[in-house]
């Protein structure tokens, strides 16, 4: 007997999702996406760095880069339409983590973690360092992790595509339209409601809504802890070229990482620094000149002389918990799946979390990669699954 499944968000993880259903040997039925914007025009998966590391410290996530990096090396037989091979732009020359001495100890443990658990990295001390990247200031820098393998940046936008253009091969129909309920019948949602009064019948339902799963979340009265965050990345050039330039997070929290002869970088506000809901999309320029600038330039000295060319902002889905995703049945829903909350490593983790989902849907559990770690059974007793390498 066949199943129908309705996706809420047709983004990089709503379209992972409808990719791995279509593929998975014993799913039967209809898959229906359904995405307001097919323009993608304020999707996190196309204004994302769209950056992918193995350099976190619990092992789901590691495991979930470990998976997005072969299926990203591999896209083009993955992710083939008709003959003709997707490509994403995939570059790994590695994420530095750079920290002085208060976050020394830190470094460490998160290194054995990483080193057991296999991630191809090296802890370096300030003068190997100066001697790998000699356009580097070492600074007040006590230590830094870099990855040696299967870390880099990608196009996320041509990665959400890919997704979405295999789905559509496979069958999957994509619906434009807003999403503004749920029917329910027996404890179960029996269709997702559209704003034209229409509905989409479906025996499982997936809500992949990114920085707005919240609302979808509170049509099905679940408090879901996730905001849409304003993130800015700015475009700079300099004259000077760093040779080997991995993406660099330095100890202010300010990070950067070459981009088409130029360079994008960023930062996240601190704990305890402002960071509201919402926010519209726009560039604050004077954050580059007070924040960022200054933090760049102790740290790398070419960067003194460095041209603002552009920039942009989309937002993060971020989970106000642990900055982890949320993956799985909400305990309240035996067929409502949630895929949300990834705080800025969703397109890295889109291929692990959409075949996850996919297992959940059709086996009734994981299969491959036990992904209970990131289960709605922490948010409801508030128990934070903790990520010592937030970015």
Same mark, same amino acid.
């Given at each position: 007997m066949g199943r129908s499944v309705a996706i809420v968000g047709g983004g990089a993880i709503g379209s992972a999702v409808a990719f791995f259903l279509a593929t998975h040997p014993r799913f039967v039925g209809e898959i229906h996406v359904i995405e307001r914007d097919p323009t993608y025009k304020f999707a996190s998966s196309a204004l994302s760095?769209? @950056? $992918?590391? #193995? #350099? !976190?410290?619990? %092992?789901? &996530?590691i495991e979930l880069s470990r998976f997005g990096i072969s299926f990203m090396r591999n896209i083009g037989t993955h992710?083939?339409? =008709?003959?003709?091979? %997707?490509? $994403? =732009?995939l570059r790994e020359p590695g994420y530095l983590f750079l920290v002085g001495s208060e976050g020394l100890s830190t470094l460490e443990a998160v290194h054995r973690i990483q080193q057991n658990l296999? *991630?191809?990295v090296a802890l370096l001390g300030p003068g190997e360092l100066a001697v790998r990247f000699p356009w580097l200031s070492t600074e007040g820098i006590a230590a830094g992790s870099l990855g040696l393998s299967a870390e880099g940046w990608f196009d996320g936008y041509l990665l959400l595509h @890919? !997704?979405?253009?295999? @789905? *559509?091969?496979?069958? *999957?129909?994509?619906?434009t =339209?807003?999403?503004?309920?749920?029917?329910?019948? +027996?404890g179960k949602v029996d269709a997702v409601v559209l704003g034209d009064g229409s509905s989409v019948p479906c025996d499982a339902a997936v809500n992949a809504a990114? %920085?707005?799963?919240?609302?979808?979340a509170a049509m099905l009265e679940v408090d879901l802890p996730v905001r849409a965050r304003r993130r800015t990345i700015f475009v700079f050039a300099c004259r000077e070229a760093l040779a080997g330039c991995p993406l660099v997070i330095d100890s202010s929290g300010v990070y950067f990482r070459p981009e088409s002869g130029q360079f994008i970088g960023g930062t996240s506000p601190k704990e305890g620094e402002d960071d509201p809901d919402d926010l519209p999309l726009e560039v604050d320029y004077s954050r580059f000149d007070e924040v960022i600038w200054p933090a760049l330039a102790r740290r790398v000295p070419a !960067?003194?002389?460095i041209k603002v060319t552009g920039g942009w902002s989309g937002y993060y889905e971020l989970n106000t918990l642990d900055h982890n995703g949320? *993956? +799985?049945?909400? %305990?309240?829903? &035996?067929?409502?799946f949630f895929a949300n909350g990834f705080s800025g490593h969703g397109l890295q983790h889109a291929p692990g979390v959409g075949r996850g989902v996919a297992e959940l849907i059709v086996d009734g559990g994981f299969r491959t990669l036990d992904l209970s770690p990131l289960s709605f059974d922490r948010i409801l007793s508030g128990r934070p699954l903790v990520e010592l390498n937030v970015i």
């Open positions: 760095g769209s @950056a $992918i590391r #193995q #350099q !976190f410290s619990t %092992p789901v &996530n992710l083939a339409v =008709g003959g003709e091979r %997707p490509e $994403i =732009g296999g *991630v191809d @890919a !997704f979405r253009r295999k @789905a *559509v091969s496979l069958g *999957v129909k994509y619906i =339209g807003e999403v503004t309920g749920f029917r329910r019948s +027996g990114g %920085p707005w799963a919240a609302s979808v !960067f003194e002389a949320i *993956v +799985g049945l909400h %305990p309240s829903m &035996n067929n409502v």
